[in-house]
DNA sequence: GTTGAAAGTAGAAAGTT
DNA sequence: AACTTTCTACTTTCAAC
């Protein structure tokens, strides 16, 4: 279903969705309208969720980056879809996810500077519905991220 | 530096960056040229990272995700940089932060089953330098992913 | 910031192996 | 069934305004 080749297009993809097309068929040894087709494919299949541009959170004020765990008042499910629609549409959170563990959910934001963080924190994270406990992770640097897939199965 | 505009062409970018330039113009109220050149000088600044398709880990088969929390046997440079030199080097790992908390540093990665993530557990993780605990933390469900920085601060 | 023209790219329709 | 060539419409890019 997905060859060799289609994993050599997707890691050039991961690393830059702006190259032609025919430069991708190039790398690949295929000319830019099979390439192309394939590309086609792999979007209609889902395997491309999107194309999207990724920023750098510093330069954009952004300077503190936390990971927090938050635990909720139990685990039914009224209280979890509860909890997840709420997350979804609050931009600030970055990233959620459901885990297993000791928490409930791990959750990913940014925030301007420590003050901006705190009203984040009692005003966007607290808020959320049927939360009771939350813990912060400081983001002190980041080694790597955007890391795509790698192109053979880890 | 970066106005209201700049930010509305941010978020478009963040959620499409396959869309043309003249219809980025038109969301914004801007000519082609006068949006291109914005996101020229966003591209140079570096507030534009890279322009990346994102792609669906399960149909590749990585049905796994992980939170994995890093514990070294020391914080010297010495030991934090080779950490950070090998966690850079293997493309399992597809994120990888230090961290303020318990843990060193919070990793992710992806397996398609748990034969596999042991295996990245023994052969990967667990060979990183100067490791001394490593605690895994399995995503269920991803709630939200790739959500861009919203277009005020937080 | 706008307009307009030149170069380049994507997307589709043909034909080829 | 998948690739290649060819062609047209669109998009980017860069002048000059």
Redesign the pocket.
Known sequence: MIDE?DRKILTLLQSNCRQ???EI?DAVG?????C???IGILEKDGVIERYAARLNGEKLGFNMTFYVEVTLEGQSEAILSAFEKAALARPEVLECHLMTGIADYLIKVAAPDTKEYERLYRRVIAALPHVSRIQSALVMKTVKRWGGYPPRKA
Chains 1, 2 share one sequence.
């Open positions: 080749i032609s097309i025919a068929g295929l000319s830019a309208s099979a192309h087709r394939r």
